[in-house]
């Protein structure tokens, strides 16, 4: 798990296959994702890489269910019964499978926006300020999901945040100042 602080989201949709740099490359899993045409980059990002947005960014009219599997919906593949069971018990949502967003609480609706993430089981999951909208409680609930989701799935994460206490949860902190690196620390 990384943590960026300081830094704008900017990086992170850069990183996301979201904006395209003005210059340079970026490779995730041996692929230069600009070099993809907007359509398979679109695939690309689908597949291999996870966001969480502050905000959850979840389908008002899907339930809990279906916002969690429509990465793979959106690819034509369902995922085995299991492995969505796995990720709606991990994210302690049992009893909420059936609920639309706007009768789950927030911490909730950010869990489900997690499951939605790892559903692709996604080389790399990309957060920005994850628990910038929830209490404290929530708050470590949400990082101790992604602290564990990322040792189970073997993922990267890189986390964008502001709150100190949560950038000592992660193994490496990158501080970033006016769009440059102003340190680089290894916690773990």
């Excluded at 210059?23 to 600009?34: H, M």
């Excluded at 609920?99 to 089981?121: A, D, K, M, T, Y």
């Amino acid at each position: 798990m990384e943590h960026l602080a300081h830094g704008k989201s900017t990086l992170l949709h850069i990183l996301g296959g979201v904006d395209r740099p003005s210059s340079g490359k970026v490779w995730i899993n041996d692929t230069d994702i600009y070099s993809l045409n907007n359509n398979d980059l679109a695939i690309f990002r689908r597949r291999q890489i996870g966001l969480i947005y502050q905000f959850y960014n979840l389908i008002p009219i899907l339930n809990v269910k279906e916002n969690i599997e429509l990465p793979l919906l959106l690819d034509g593949k369902t995922a085995s019964k299991e492995k969505v069971n796995d990720i709606i018990k991990t994210l302690g949502l049992e009893n909420r499978i059936t609920h639309l967003p706007n009768q789950l609480s927030g911490g909730q609706q950010q869990r489900v926006s997690i499951g939605r993430s790892l559903i692709n089981e996604p080389s790399l999951i990309l957060a920005d300020e994850p628990t910038g909208n929830l209490d404290s409680k929530n708050s470590k609930e949400i990082i101790d999901l992604l602290k564990f989701s990322n040792q189970k799935y073997k993922q990267t994460l890189i986390m964008i945040t502001h709150d100190q206490n949560i950038a000592k949860e992660a193994d490496r902190i990158i501080t970033i100042d006016d769009g440059k690196i102003k340190n680089d620390e290894r916690v773990r």
